[in-house]
C-alpha cells in the first residue's frame, strides 16, 4: 500500500517532539522545509518516526514520501560518508546515487513503500569513518525497513535502521516480527503476551514486564525465563498484578515520568520484589510506553550486572514506541467492546429456570469481531401456572440500535406471556409493538423473527409459535434405542411487524426428547445453500451420543462447517426420564478456593451415594477446571452439578475473557501440565460454553449400572 507525507494538517493531540523550523538537526543540516515542507504539518506517525531516527545511537533514516526524501542521524551520516551532507533531505535516488543502486538499498526501500510488508536485508560491507578520515573502516551491517503508516494504515515512508554485528541482525529480525505479531493484538492482553514473549527472546533477559495505568493506579504482568509456557498457555489471558498510583516499582515510575531508565548494576526492584525473581534482577532497563491515551511501561532485566550499549538502548527505544503504539490501538478496541458487551450482558438472562423434569442450557457466541451488539437473545422464564415459556429470536443488524429494539421485545414478550401465555396472542402483541418502533423509526427495514413456546413440565405438552424463524428441532430416541432429529411441522409465519395470521401448534415432548431452538447463525454460511445448512444441523444433533442440553447446544452451534459472521444463540429443554437433583456453589478467586470445592463436592456426591469411583473421578476433575478458571480468567468461578440416576454432569464458569478452549490443545490448557485432557480421560463427553459473561466448560460422567460397582450403592 503506497502512501504520501505531504503537508497532512496534525491532529490536535499532542504527539513527539521536532525540530524546529530552521533549526540544525543532529546531523548537522537546516531542517530542510523547502524540500519537506514544515514539520509541524507532518502526520504524527511521520513525526514519531523522524524523532526516533534522530534520537538513535544507531544509523537509522527515515525515506519520507514516494520520492523517499531522507532524514537520518549522526550515525547514518558516517555510515553514507561523503554523500553527507547534501543528501539530507533528498530524494534517495539523487542523495545517495551509485550507493542508492546498490542490490539490497534503493530497491529495498521502494518494496517496502510499495507493498507495506517489512523487509530484512541481509548483511553487507560498509565503508565508515573512523578516526583517520583517509583510510574509511570497513564494517558489516544488516538492515531493516519497516513502514511507517498513519492512522489509517496508509504508508507515509519508509524507517531504515542498520545494525551492525550478527547479534543485532537477529534483534532487528525479531524487531520485524514484533511488528507483524502486534498488528493482529487486538486487546491489552494480546499486546501483553506479545510484548513479553518478544523481550525475553530477543533479548535473552531472566525476567521482562508490561505495564499500564489502570484508572489512577497500574497494573504490570511479568514473564521469567524459567516459565513453563506452552502454545495453549501463551493464548490465555496474562495474570495481571495491580500496583497503587504511588507505587515506588520502577516500572511504574518510568510510565510516571515518561523518561528511561537504564541500570546496569544494583537492586534496581529490591524495594518492591514479590518473589525471589525480583530480588536476583541486578540490571534494569525501563522504556516509558507514552499514547495520546496512555501510560505505561516495558522492562527488561538480567541477574548479572549488563551494560546497556547504545544499539541495544535504541532497539528497546524501537520496540517500546511498537508496543506502545499497539497498546493505544487495543485500549480503544476494549473500550468500544466492552460497551458492546455490557449492553449484550444486559439483554440475557443471567440463569436459566431450574426444574426437576426440564433440563436447559444455551449458548451464546456473537458475530462479526465480537466488537458490536448483536440482535440474537433467548429467554426462559417460569410462568404462573408452573409452564415454562422459551424463546428465541433475532433483530437484523450488528449494532446498538438492533441490540435496544430486541431488549425492546425481549421485555415485552415477557410481560405479554407473563399477562396471557398464549402463543398465537403473545406474537400478536409484539406485531404491535415492533410496527410501532418501525413507525417511530420511520423505517421500514427493521426485521425481526422470533419461535415462543409454553410447554408444561408435568407431561410434556407444549404450543409453539413462530414469526420467520427458523422451525425448532425435536431429538427423540425411538423405541429402538436409536435417536434421530426432525424439524417440527409447525407455520413459520411472516417476520414481527409484517401482521399476517398467527397460530400456534400443540406438539408433545416424550420422557428424554430435547426440543432446539436456535438463530440463523447456527446455519447460515457464504457459498452454501441453506438447505444444506438445515441437513447438517439435524444430522448432527440426531447423531449425538446424549440429548443432553449442554451436548446438544455445544455440538449444534458448530455443526456447520465455515466461519459465520452472525450472531450464534441456541437454546435446548430436555423432558428429563427422571428428575435430577442439582447444587451450586459460588466460588471465590482466592487461593483456597479449589480446596474447599473438592470438600464441598466430596461430601454432597457422597451424600446422594454416588458411586466411590465415579466421586474420585469428578472431583479430580472439577478442582482441575476450578483451578484454570480462577488462574487463567482471574474471576470468581461457579460450580454446578447435576445428578440424574443416569449421569453426573459438571460445569464450572468464570467471567473472564480467556476465549475458546480448544480440544486440539487439551493436554495443556493447565498450568500444571495435566488440564483438559484429565477431562478427556476422566469424562464421558465434555465440552465448552463460550457466553458473553465468560466461559463454561462442562463434564459428563455416566454412573455405572447398580451391578458394575465396587463398594457403591444406588443413587437415591
Known sequence: MSGTAGRTPAPTAPVAPVPRPGAVTPAGRAWPDAQLGPAQEWPPALRTAVQLALDAAVPMAVACGPEHRLVYNDAFAALIGTYHPAAFGRPGAEGLAREWRRPGVGDAVERVYRTGEPGQEPEQVFPVDGADPTRPEYRVFAR????????????????????????????????????????????????????????????????????????????????????????????????????????????????????????????????TAADRHDQLVRALAALPLRTPSLRGALTVGYRDPHGWAPAERALLAAAAELVAQAAERARRFENQHGTAQLLQRSMLP??????????????????????????????????????????????????????????????????????????????????????????????????????????????????????????????????????????????????????????????????????????DGVIERRQQGLGAGFDRLAAVVGGAPAGDPRTLCS???????????????VLAVELAVSPSRSAVMEVPAEPTAP???????????????????????????????????????????RVEIDLTPERLLVSVADSGTRGRVVRAHTDTLSSRGRGLGLIEQLSDAWGTDPTVRGSTVWFEMLIPPAGSRIGGADPG
Open 595 to 637: 480446596g474447599r470445592v473438592r470438600h464441598w463436592m466430596t461430601d454432597q456426591l457422597a451424600e446422594w451415594r454416588v458411586p466411590e469411583q465415579v466421586i474420585g473421578a469428578a472431583v479430580l476433575c472439577t478442582s482441575e477446571l476450578t483451578t484454570n478458571a480462577l488462574l487463567h480468567a482471574g474471576t470468581a468461578a
Open 555 to 569: 455440538v449444534a452451534s458448530t455443526a456447520v462447517p465455515g466461519a459465520t459472521e452472525d450472531d450464534v444463540a
Open 144 to 271: 531493516g525497513h519497516s513502514p511507517v503508516r498513519d492512522e489509517r494504515g496508509a504508508v507515509l515512508g519508509v524507517l531504515i535502521v542498520a545494525v551492525e554485528t550478527a547479534q543485532m541482525t537477529q534483534r532487528l529480525r525479531n524487531l520485524g516480527e514484533l511488528t507483524t505479531a502486534l498488528s493482529g493484538s487486538l486487546t491489552l492482553n494480546d499486546v501483553a503476551r506479545v510484548a513479553l514473549r518478544y523481550a525475553l527472546a530477543s533479548f535473552d533477559a531472566e525476567q521482562v514486564a508490561f505495564g499500564v495505568d489502570d484508572g489512577p493506579a497500574w497494573r504490570l504482568v511479568r514473564r521469567v525465563r524459567s516459565d513453563q509456557l506452552d502454545e495453549v498457555d501463551e493464548r490465555l489471558p496474562p495474570l495481571w498484578r495491580h500496583h497503587p498510583e504511588d507505587s515506588p516499582a520502577p516500572l511504574v515510575d518510568t510510565a510516571r515520568s515518561g523518561q528511561p531508565v537504564f541500570v546496569a548494576d544494583g537492586r534496581p526492584l529490591q524495594a
Open 350 to 519: 443471567d440463569n436459566l429456570p431450574d426444574l426437576p423434569q426440564l433440563r436447559l442450557a444455551a449458548r451464546y457466541e456473537p458475530g462479526v469481531d465480537g466488537n458490536a451488539a448483536g440482535g440474537d437473545f433467548y429467554d426462559a422464564f417460569r410462568l404462573s401456572e408452573g409452564e415454562l415459556a422459551v424463546v428465541l429470536g433475532d433483530v437484523a443488524g450488528h449494532d446498538v440500535q438492533a441490540a435496544a429494539v430486541m431488549g425492546q421485545v425481549r421485555a415485552a414478550l415477557r410481560a405479554l406471556a407473563l399477562a396471557d401465555p398464549e402463543p398465537a396472542g403473545v406474537l400478536r402483541g409484539l406485531d404491535r409493538l415492533v410496527s410501532s418502533l418501525g413507525a417511530e423509526a420511520s423505517s421500514d427495514e427493521l426485521f425481526v423473527t422470533v419461535v415462543y413456546g409454553v410447554i408444561e413440565p408435568n407431561d410434556g405438552r407444549m404450543r409453539i409459535a413462530s414469526a420467520g424463524h427458523p422451525a425448532p428441532l425435536l431429538r427423540r430416541v425411538g423405541p429402538d434405542g436409536v435417536a434421530a432429529a426432525e424439524y417440527l411441522d409447525i407455520p413459520p409465519g411472516a417476520p414481527l411487524g409484517l401482521g399476517g395470521r398467527r397460530t400456534a401448534t400443540a406438539v408433545r415432548l416424550a420422557a428424554g426428547d430435547t426440543l432446539l431452538l436456535y438463530s
